[in-house]
């Protein structure tokens, strides 16, 4: 029997880290998984990332990186990225720091340094140039995407560096995986590495593809059998290319399930079902939380009037009541010249107030959460919305609409953009946390909902089915307005009885304290990554 090898280098591409550069629950993922398994038996956990247009490298801590072979020269280097018909590369430089023991190194490129935002153009950019519409992702994304993998995988050979696992996150990096099997000059090199990739999100829309085939095999520098391969739907689909040469995860063990044993794959195009029948299984580890990340106790850190302790049993959340009262009284009035705030609250601070924070997508259903709250406020008098977020323009205005209809002024407010502390503020006043999504692969807001004393009401799929029902949050089945309606009404009824809600706020803290820290995950991943080891290189 094989003896299991001890995984002490591990390497991560991803477009996302932390407070950094984020979009959605991938920053934290990557960052909080990256710090536990550094700080876990001195192992080395290096994340490579772009450095967007946004992004202060010094104001970060980040220094620009000496080259290896001459230290009084900043490290450079010329990254191979042919068009169809013209032969080209792209210059790139680095910047490194590290942070809670993990290496971070941002690639420079022009390429990245002309984006304002991780996936698509934001209001800015679109003020300044119509084309670039807000929401819309880069019209040069895939190109993006090959820049960072193939820069990481440089940089790893140019610091003569040997990782045992490089783990690619999503579809932005998982062309990595079958680049440094098929090409020449990564494959000699990473014989003795062994590729992990993460499906963040497979819905259809984010798997990176790619139906110019000719364009995919310039830059890519892939031969014609993988990429004919790689195709779903007549593109070229990232995932399919890593299949053959990486081990396949997912984050969460339902979510892995929907894509293989359930017609719920239909929203991937059928991916899950291509893959299995390709004889890939697809592994559901589901995502963990740091609490430490998201603890009200350190108020301060946390941007907040006061603090509090959600799973100390002594029942003192005196400062979640001066945190809800805060919000309450900042929202009372006209917003701030600086303030993107649409809408106002009048109700009194004791009434239960249901939150929402995330993407404007209809992936995360925001489109029948704006109908629920008109439900639910035609009917009920005594309750208050806040959303946090931006997106698509359609449901802003969507949002924006509610907010100021005259039937529910004074009950909701519609916070546009979004900023950790803010975000912060709302977890921690609100009484009830909204996830009404379509498809949700984990869902790391629950948890952060639940640490903050703001219990979940979520649609029963993906891997919100680790909200358990009347105990550590509300859930329903079938996602519709008069569904989600009708669970924030039980949600209120329960609401009248604080000591039921105190019993549900203790046994979801206690739950994610025993089962879902990354410290506990994270061993998951190292018995995935010692397995994808022992397997030796493909």
Known sequence: MLEQQTITSVWMLSREYGHMAGAGGVKDVVSQLATALASDRGRKVTVVLPRYGFMEPTKLGFSRLADPLDPDRLLEFDVVMDYTDLERQERVGVWHQVVD????????????????????????????????????????????????????????????????????????????????????????????????????????????????????????GLPWRVINNSTLEHSF??????????????????????????????????????????????????????????????????????????GDESDDLRGK????????????GPADAEEDRIGFLTQDYTVPLYTFIGRLSEQKGVDILIEAIGLFLEETREAAFVCLGDGGE????????????????????????????????????????????????????????????????????GGLVKVVDNKTGFTYQENSPEN?????????????????????????????????????????YVQLYQKSWVGGPV
């Not at 979510?255 to 890939?280: I, K, M, N």
């Not at 996830?435 to 692969?441: N, T, V």
């Not at 609401?495 to 549900?504: G, H, S, V």
């Open 101 to 220: 023991k993990v290496h971070i190194y941002l690639l420079e490129a022009k390429r990245f340094l002309e984006k304002n935002g991780v996936y698509t153009y934001t209001r800015e950019e679109f003020q300044h140039e119509s084309w670039k519409v807000q929401g819309v992702g880069h019209i040069d994304y895939f190109a993006m995407n090959i820049l960072l993998q193939k820069g990481g995988l440089d940089l790893i050979m140019l610091l003569d560096e040997r990782p045992q696992i490089i783990h690619c996150h999503d579809g932005h990096t998982g062309v990595a995986p079958a680049i440094i099997r098929e090409c020449s000059g990564y494959r000699n090199y990473f014989r003795n590495t062994a590729a992990v990739l993460s499906i963040h999100n497979a819905g259809s829309g984010y798997h990176q593809e790619v139906s110019d085939l000719p364009f995919v095999r310039a830059i890519t």
């Open 484 to 524: 989600l309606n009708e669970v924030m009404r039980r949600a209120g009824e329960v609401f009248l009885d604080p000591t039921r809600i105190r019993e549900m706020q203790l046994a979801a803290v206690n739950k994610i304290k025993q089962y879902h820290t990354w410290n506990l995950v994270m061993q998951s």
């Open 321 to 332: 009541g001066a945190c809800k009262e805060a919000l309450f009284n900042a929202l009372a």
């Open 237 to 310: 689909d990232p995932f399919l290319a890593a299949a053959p040469y990486a081990t396949i995860t997912t984050v969460s063990e339902n979510y892995a399930h929907e894509l293989q044993d359930t017609d719920a794959d239909y929203l991937t195009g059928w991916l899950g079902h291509r893959l299995l029948d390709s004889d890939v299984t697809i592994t559901g580890i589901t995502n963990g939380v740091d609490p430490a990340e998201f603890d009200p106790v350190n108020y301060k850190q946390m941007g907040l009037v006061a603090g509090f302790d959600v």
């Open 394 to 461: 359609d449901l802003e205005e969507a949002l924006a609409a509610i907010a100021h209809d005259e039937r529910f002024l004074g009950r909701v407010c519609f916070l546009r953009g979004f900023d950790p502390k803010l975000a912060n503020r709302v977890y921690a006043a609100g009484d009830f946390f909204i996830i009404p999504s379509r498809y949700e692969p984990c869902g790391l807001t629950d948890y952060i909902g639940q640490l903050f004393g703001n219990l979940p009401i979520v649609h029963y799929i």
